[in-house]
């Protein structure tokens, strides 16, 4: 029976309960909006499932093939506007809905709650687009993937390395050749609960209620990244960057994941996925054939995934690139996590009983200047000053 004792050794990837063959695990949320898992002694028959296919206590590596890497950035400028980066998750999502497959990814439901969910089309799987930086909701999608794949239809999914993880011991490390697994380079996992409260607080002060938030969006471009909610009202507009906005600057200060995030042990090069993808700023000093419109660093981790790649290269601009160059450039989350604030304790007993206003004074108060910069950057931006300044503090730090 699975017991958590002690919440940084739990990442919630929801195998346990997926995988419970008499449904006695439930996911229950704590205090600081996080899920774990409950077991309920009554009807546990002791068969220890929940523990074999814990990926915290049966941890998977992936040390068979040397990573491939890859710059990308899609052709389809529709695609590569909407998309958070380069466009590739668009692009994968394509080649399985082709085949008659599914695509499970994350997405805000009606009540505004990040879930894994699955889509049978192209225009379905538009919701997955974006950045959403909170811990989504994986429910029963490791059932539903079990299932589809066992009728050998092709499934995507993607996720945090944890619950890519997490599904590749539900299924036992089985590698089913009609599986494409993705995961993300994560910085951390926010609590939902902080980012309702937050999305409530906007729908309040607009007069509008939230139907989509994306923490990251090229509203002002891909150097400029923006968070931006989308309200019923679309004459409402939200687009704020990390200088301004609440739930980017607590993220960026380590004070709103999960306990699991500052020890995280899914953060290694060699991962159990196919693909692993991430950021790539600097996509334009590598290649002439690359816009300032966003890149994507794709690592390849299986035959599997070089297979599909081959076929997808048609579909962007690409170059082959130096893993270890890449990891030093934009990927030093692969292997890092991030340090515990030490004000985190506190802010998470303050999220039971302060307003976002009482948060945000206590723990991000605005400045006048950096008032003076939220309002300025976005003009600066427009007539070019902000891409200028970039430039030059990429050209400092990789020289350094």
């Not at 379905?124 to 066992?150: A, D, H, P, W």
């Not at 004074?361 to 400045?367: A, F, G, I, V």
């Amino acid at each position: 029976m699975i017991e958590i004792k002690d919440k940084a050794k739990c990442s919630g990837c929801w195998a346990c309960e997926n995988a419970c063959p008499v449904h006695c695990i439930a996911m229950l949320e704590d205090e600081e909006g996080f899920h774990y898992p409950h077991v309920n002694i009554d009807c546990c028959i002791e068969c220890h499932r929940c523990e074999k296919v814990c990926p915290e206590l049966q941890p998977m590596l992936n040390d068979t093939m040397p990573i491939k890497s890859f710059i990308v950035q899609h052709k389809d400028s529709d695609i590569l506007r909407n998309s958070t980066s380069g466009g590739f998750y668009s692009a994968i999502a394509k080649y399985a809905i082709d085949r008659g497959g599914v695509v499970f990814g994350a997405a805000f439901d009606d009540s505004m709650t990040l879930c894994h969910q699955c889509a049978e089309t192209l225009n379905e799987c538009n919701k997955f687009r974006g950045s959403k930086y909170v811990q989504s909701l994986v429910g029963n999608t490791f059932q539903q993937v079990k299932s589809i794949l066992k009728e050998g239809r092709m499934v995507v999914y993607s996720g945090t390395p944890c619950q890519i993880s997490g599904l590749y011991c539900f299924l036992d490390g089985c590698r089913y050749d009609n599986l494409i697994t993705v995961d993300l380079v994560c910085h951390g996992t926010p609590s939902p609960r902080l980012l309702k409260k937050y999305l409530e607080y906007q729908a309040f002060i607009h007069h509008n209620k939230v139907r989509d938030y994306r923490s990251r969006d090229k509203f002002y471009g891909y150097d400029y990244s923006t968070a931006t909610i989308f309200f019923e009202n679309p004459k409402d507009k939200y687009h704020q960057g990390i200088e301004s906005d609440l739930m980017l600057r607590l993220y960026f200060k380590n004070l709103i994941s999960r306990p699991s995030c500052y020890s995280c042990h899914f953060k290694t090069i060699n991962r159990v996925s196919d693909f692993t993808i991430f950021d790539c700023w600097d996509a334009t000093s590598v290649s002439s054939i690359f816009s300032r419109n966003g890149a994507t660093n794709v690592f390849i981790h299986s035959e599997n995934g070089i297979k599909v790649f081959d076929y997808l290269k048609e579909s962007f601009n690409w170059v082959e690139s130096d893993t270890q160059l890449q990891i030093d450039k934009d990927g030093i989350m692969l292997k890092h996590f991030v340090p515990l604030n030490p004000q985190r304790a506190d802010f998470f007993r303050d999220l039971q009983t302060m307003s976002i206003e009482q948060l945000e004074k206590k723990y991000d108060y605005k400045s006048v200047l950096r008032k003076v910069i939220a309002f300025a950057k976005p003009y600066l931006f427009n007539v070019g000053v902000f891409r200028i300044y970039l430039n030059l503090k990429r050209k400092i730090r990789l020289h350094q």
